[in-house]
């Protein structure tokens, strides 16, 4: 696994040492989720970006049809997605015992 240095607030180290605390999981672990959780987000916005700049390119109909092919591969990226971060985070938790 990779190291990833990063300088953090005060404040975040704070609400970070309480998550962990409280959750009675590591930093680490909580951090790498969170990151997961956020690059997953931006991939999913950003493909959704292009499908909207896609859509207003053809007309109405077009479109329409476009949306119902997409939808569930869409729905399919995702499951896979939450898959794949559910046995990455099996794998963390067994990394950080």
Do not use: C, W, Y
């Not at 590591?26 to 896609?54: D, G, I, M, N, Y």
């Not at 990455?88 to 990394?95: N, S, W």
């Amino acid at each position: 696994m990779a190291t990833l240095s990063i300088r953090i607030s005060r404040v975040l180290d704070a609400r970070l040492n309480e998550e962990s605390r409280i959750a009675s999981q590591p930093k680490s672990l909580l951090a790498r989720k969170a990151l997961e959780q956020f690059l997953a987000r931006q991939h999913r916005e950003r493909f959704l970006a292009q499908l909207a700049r896609a859509a207003t390119a053809i007309d109405g109909d077009d479109a329409s049809a476009l949306a119902d092919e997409a939808l569930p591969l869409d729905n399919e990226s995702l499951a896979l997605t939450e898959r794949r971060d559910t046995a990455g985070q099996r794998r963390g938790q067994d990394d950080e015992s």
